[in-house]
């Protein structure tokens, strides 16, 4: 790892100045950034912690709406009675994740930041038509992810928290790559009375909704609706892991295990 | 170079570090705590785990200047005196170790396990939330058996 300045702003507004700098990064659990800057896949002249920041992080319920700050760690959303009562399909995505000591650092905001093409969070931010609240503006979910690593996050734009809107139901599966936890295939499915949302993430460049499938569940919210539905693999991920015709049927399998497991 | 000062097992520390300075590089290279291990580069083997305000971390993927006026606890610190951790002895009781490399993260994992589970850890539960600790000798029978024993002792001594 290259050597880079360490800055711990006392606000946003001075994290915000201390990014316009050049190639400063925000770190917040550190679980996905000092990892890239070990391997030398990225580098930076400095990082902004953001863990210091209180009003980054924590959850609160308002009204049809539960508002996750940026800094949040997955164990807190896993285990937070919120989370569990309004959106638990949430909750489980959130204790899939990686493993405990992760869980115990990692951040809701670092992991859509990153928008690996494997991570979870995506597919509740897509599948719930969730809000990115940033420093700046708000962003809809469905304008977030825009390609592999990539989001609409401009440099030095800082996430500051997550507005999720409680669904009726919702499901979450994930078909697990056993020694990373990544998701190979994982889907989050939400019902609410004008719309049914499928997203699904592991399968291509970045989190994408299968909207055959929400047209057939809107229809009839049950596995069964899903019969016939297939996904078309060409352009999918395909690694040492699962090819992409793999990942396409387990994107549709998976599917049909959130439904059956939505409440 | 910026300096860093922090509580590791109940004393005060301080030293130069760079900006990119791991915790795991604090520990073992400027206060010789070599007991916290480095088994990977990618934070998936739970060698490095220590106790962060009492939270369970992957040291290797912590900066040192972020433990800025933290509490840091490591396998050094968990004895009383000479007499070892229940958790400790559990291990040696049932010899959940083979080289060895991976036991000090394993019972620090262990630990921070009873924090997040409570005392009533079955089978299935232990080996679940080990997920983040790797044992490259593979001894894992033996590891969970202990988990089992220890969690059993500290619950008896309350
Ligand atoms: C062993 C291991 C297993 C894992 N398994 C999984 C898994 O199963 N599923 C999964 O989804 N993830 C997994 N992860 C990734 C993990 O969830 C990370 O915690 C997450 O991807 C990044 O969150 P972070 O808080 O650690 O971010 P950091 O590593 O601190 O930052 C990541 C990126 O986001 C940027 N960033 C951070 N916070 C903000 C913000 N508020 N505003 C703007 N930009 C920001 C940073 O600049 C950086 O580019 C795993 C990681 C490890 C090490
Ligand atoms: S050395 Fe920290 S996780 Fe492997
Ligand atoms: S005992 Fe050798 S790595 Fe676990």
Same mark, same amino acid.
């Given at each position: 790892m290259y050597d880079f300045n360490y800055h711990q702003p006392k606000s946003v507004a001075e994290a915000g100045k201390l990014l316009a700098a050049d190639n400063q990064k925000p770190l917040a659990g550190g679980m996905s950034l000092l990892p890239t800057l070990k391997l030398r896949l990225n580098r930076v002249d400095g990082v902004v912690d953001l863990a210091a920041l209180a009003d980054l992080q924590g959850i609160r319920r308002e009204g049809d709406t539960l508002i996750i700050g940026a800094t949040t760690p997955h164990a807190m959303v896993a285990t937070s009675a919120d989370v569990q009562q309004a959106i638990p399909a949430l909750a489980k995505l959130a204790e899939s994740i990686g493993d405990p000591l992760v869980r115990n650092r990692g951040t809701i905001g670092g992991s859509i930041a990153h928008a690996d093409p494997g991570a979870d969070y995506p597919s509740a931010v897509l599948g719930l038509g969730a809000t990115v609240v940033t420093n700046q503006r708000q962003i809809a979910g469905d304008? !977030?992810?825009? @390609?592999?690593?990539? *989001?609409?996050?401009?440099?030095?734009?800082?996430? *500051?928290?997550?507005?999720?809107?409680?669904?009726?139901?919702? @499901?979450?599966?994930?078909?697990?790559?056993?020694?990373?936890?990544?998701?190979?295939? @994982?889907?989050?499915?939400?019902?609410?009375?004008?719309?049914?949302?499928?997203?699904?993430?592991?399968? @291509?460049?970045?989190?994408?909704?299968? *909207?055959?499938?929400?047209?057939?569940?809107?229809?009839? !919210?049950?596995?069964?609706?899903?019969?016939?539905?297939t996904l078309d693999a060409a352009g999918l991920n395909s690694d040492i892991h699962a090819s992409n015709v793999y990942r396409a049927n387990a994107a549709v399998e998976m599917t049909r295990r959130a439904v059956a497991a939505a409440s | 170079?910026?300096?860093?000062?922090?509580?590791?097992?109940?004393?005060?520390?301080?030293?130069?570090?760079?900006?990119?300075?791991?915790?795991?590089?604090?520990?073992?290279?400027?206060?010789?705590?070599?007991?916290?291990?480095?088994?990977?580069?990618?934070?998936?083997?739970?060698?490095c785990t220590v106790h962060l305000n009492g939270i369970g971390v992957k040291s290797c993927t912590v900066l040192a200047l972020a433990c800025e006026g933290a509490q840091v606890t490591t396998i050094e610190g968990i004895a009383e005196a000479d007499k070892l951790h229940p958790m400790q002895e559990a291990f040696r009781e049932h010899h959940g170790l083979q080289c060895g490399y991976c036991t000090p993260g394993m019972i620090m994992s262990a630990l921070d396990m009873v924090r997040r589970k409570g005392f009533d850890l079955d089978e299935k539960t232990i080996r679940h939330q080990l997920e983040g600790n790797i044992c490259r000798c593979t001894g894992y029978h033996n590891i969970v058996l202990a988990v089992q024993a220890g969690v059993k002792a500290m619950k008896a001594r309350g």
């Open positions: 304008a !977030f992810f825009t @390609g592999l690593f990539e *989001t609409a996050l401009q440099p030095g734009e800082i996430i *500051t928290a997550v507005r999720f809107p409680i669904p009726e139901k919702s @499901g979450h599966a994930k078909l697990r790559q056993p020694a990373s936890r990544f998701a190979i295939a @994982g889907v989050f499915v939400s019902k609410r009375a004008h719309e049914v949302r499928v997203a699904v993430t592991g399968v @291509g460049p970045h989190v994408f909704r299968l *909207t055959q499938a929400e047209a057939a569940l809107a229809k009839s !919210f049950a596995p069964a609706a899903l019969d016939g539905i | 170079m910026p300096r860093v000062s922090l509580t590791v097992n109940g004393q005060t520390v301080a030293g130069e570090v760079e900006g990119r300075t791991l915790l795991v590089q604090f520990l073992r290279e400027h206060l010789q705590l070599t007991g916290t291990h480095v088994g990977c580069d990618t934070s998936q083997c739970g060698c």
